[in-house]
């Protein structure tokens, strides 16, 4: 911790520290917004413009452990989303949610935001879910907004193809109440009617369980919520595909890390590479997952 601390905490503004479980986590705050990110997985936990409760939502019964990712925040599912296509045995949404990263660097911006970047540590266990020669990398960048970018390289000489996510999950005031923007007339893949396709008529509105890869091209949606009279702008880039989720009722009660009524709090928008959408990189190369959130009062 103190050689964390010594190497990348950055006086006033990153700080590192170990919480529930061992994990360890890093504490941002400046000018603008404060946020916690854990090494484990990379996974963002909060992220709260000034003035604002966190835009991010954790499970009130999270579960704290090491080699399980914390149910909320931002997961990174990668090299795959959902489960793996063909062996049924691995782990559901990759490995790199629940894997240790290592800290590459942190850095205090002139513009008053940080960023702080974190690499996948991979080994010999993981090269038995994953044989490619490949480099992860997650840059986030603290602020009014909040940015995100996942870097995948192709260090082989063989090109490789990953399904991917950043599974955020939003804080809203009652996902009976919100409504998704920016999907209208886009065609989906419905994954709670055994993956029939369909295509969405006006806003996503919440009334049962929702599961949808959205097969758009476009970059932009919103998370209408009268209730806290506020909008989440979300933008991607290298993403041409969103997956929409809320577990409902009986799911949720049946996750022990979400308990009865935790599905009204919370919904998933996921910037993603998922179904039809997976990425090829060739040796190399390498592709950019990249979201931005920002907040709009109304
Ligand atoms: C979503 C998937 O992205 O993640 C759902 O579309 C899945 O099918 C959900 O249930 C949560 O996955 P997990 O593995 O974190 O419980």
């Known amino acids: 911790m103190t050689e964390l601390n010594t190497h990348f905490g950055i006086?006033?503004?990153?700080?590192?520290?170990?919480?529930?479980g061992g994990l360890i986590v890093a504490e941002v705050s400046n000018e603008q917004a404060t946020a916690r990110i854990a090494l484990q997985g990379a996974q963002i936990l909060a992220w709260a413009p000034v003035g604002?409760?966190?835009?991010?939502?954790?499970s009130l019964n999270a579960i704290y452990t090491a080699g399980k990712s914390v149910r909320g925040?931002?997961?990174?599912?990668?090299?795959?989303?959902?489960?793996?296509?063909?062996e049924s045995g691995f782990p559901?949404?990759?490995?790199?949610?629940?894997q240790n990263w290592e800290m590459a660097q942190t850095q205090q911006l002139t513009d008053g935001t940080t960023t702080l970047s974190l690499r996948l540590v991979q080994?010999?266990?993981?090269?038995?879910?994953?044989?490619?020669?490949?480099?992860?990398?997650?840059?986030?960048?603290?602020?009014?907004?909040?940015?995100i970018d996942l870097l995948t390289r192709n260090t082989g000489s063989?090109?490789?193809t990953v399904t991917q996510a950043l599974h955020t999950y939003f804080a809203v005031s009652d996902v009976r109440e919100v409504s998704v923007l920016g999907l209208e007339d886009q065609p989906y893949i419905d994954k709670v009617v055994g993956g029939a396709r369909d295509v969405q008529t006006g806003p996503v509105r919440f009334s049962a369980e929702t599961d949808r890869i959205y097969l758009d091209q476009g970059g932009e949606s919103v998370i209408d919520d009268p209730g806290l009279?506020?909008?989440?702008?979300?933008?991607?880039?290298?993403?041409?595909?969103t997956v929409v989720w809320n577990p409902w009722a009986e799911k949720s009660l049946a996750m022990a890390d979400?308990?009865?009524?935790?599905?009204l709090g919370m919904l998933c928008v996921e910037a993603t590479n998922a179904a039809a959408d997976a990425v090829s990189i060739a040796p190399g190369e390498e592709h950019r997952l990249q979201v931005s959130y920002r907040l709009e009062q109304l």
């Open 258 to 263: 979400m308990g009865a009524d935790a599905y």
């Open 11 to 20: 006086c006033g503004r990153v700080t590192f520290s170990e919480v529930a």
């Open 92 to 98: 559901a949404h990759g490995f790199a949610r629940t």
């Open 158 to 160: 063989e090109t490789f």
């Open 73 to 86: 925040g931002v997961p990174v599912c990668w090299p795959w989303f959902g489960p793996h296509p063909t």
């Open 52 to 58: 604002e409760q966190s835009v991010i939502w954790q």
């Open 123 to 147: 080994d010999a266990n993981t090269r038995l879910l994953w044989p490619h020669d490949s480099e992860l990398l997650l840059m986030v960048n603290v602020g009014e907004r909040l940015q």
């Open 229 to 241: 009279q506020r909008r989440i702008g979300i933008r991607r880039e290298g993403s041409h595909s």
